[in-house]
T-cell receptor, first 114, second 116 residues
Framework: SQQGEEDPQALSIQEGENATMNCSYKTSINNLQWYRQNSGRGLVHLILIRSNEREKHSGRLRVTLDTSKKSSSLLITASRAADTASYFCAAAAYSGAGSYQLTFGKGTKLSVIP | KAGVTQTPRYLIKTRGQQVTLSCSPISGHRSVSWYQQTPGQGLQFLFEYFSETQRNKGNFPGRFSGRQFSNSRSEMNVSTLELGDSALYLC???????????????FGPGTRLTVT
């Protein structure tokens, strides 16, 4: 079953605007990661936030994590046309026998219009 | 450093056949994970190998199998292909097993498998 569920499924904004994507998960996690995928290619890691962190920044990216609500959000500020891609959250949860498993959501498709 | 490489990039097979996909991780990475991506189900975890041992397995039938070699290269095999196996198969590598020690995963470009 899907651990992460992104919202919205699709988002269209004008260049320069901010884009916010949300992710909810179901179980306790070790960390939550965000990835970007351009048009059916491999995923690119964007940012990782640990379960004991509440907020993290990386360039134009800002991620928040609320473990009490089991949710995270990704904010991309001052968006550019090159940000057009699908964005996935991935929850790292303990899967037993000393192992952790990354479970991905279905993604948010972001379109940034020049 | 060279990135994760996957071969072949595109593959067309017929129902009932079997297929083997290959993944070469980033040099020094010992963990390799495989994912299946389809429009309907999204990204689904297949299995993970670390130091030639399967550490995790997703909820896929036994037709899906994998292995890892001593040089960390990995292969996955799908036997008795079904139409529903058509998907983008992604391989990812990391230094340590996924999730632990906050290690990010580095993805390859994927193998696009079409089953007819």
């Amino acid at each position: 079953s899907q651990q992460g569920e992104e919202d919205p499924q699709a988002l269209s904004i004008q260049e320069g605007e901010n884009a916010t994507m949300n992710c909810s998960y179901k179980t306790s996690i070790n960390n939550l990661q965000w990835y970007r995928q351009n048009s059916g290619r491999g995923l690119v890691h964007l940012i990782l936030i640990r379960s004991n962190e509440r907020e993290k920044h990386s360039g134009r990216l800002r991620v928040t994590l609320d473990t009490s609500k089991k949710s995270s959000s990704l904010l991309i500020t001052a968006s550019r046309a090159a940000d057009t891609a699908s964005y996935f959250c991935a929850a790292a949860a303990y899967s037993g026998a000393g192992s952790y498993q990354l479970t991905f959501g279905k993604g948010t498709k972001l379109s940034v219009i020049p | 450093k060279a990135g994760v490489t996957q071969t072949p990039r595109y593959l067309i097979k017929t129902r009932g056949q079997q297929v083997t996909l290959s993944c070469s991780p980033i040099s020094g990475h010992r963990s390799v994970s495989w994912y299946q991506q389809t429009p309907g189900q999204g990204l689904q975890f297949l299995f993970e190998y670390f130091s030639e041992t399967q550490r995790n397995k997703g909820n896929f039938p036994g037709r899906f199998s994998g292995r890892q070699f001593s040089n960390s290269r990995s292969e996955m095999n799908v036997s008795t292909l079904e139409l529903g196996d058509s998907a983008l198969y992604l391989c990812a590598s990391s230094l340590a097993p996924s999730g632990i020690n906050q290690d990010e995963q580095y993805f390859g470009p994927g193998t696009r498998l079409t089953v007819t």
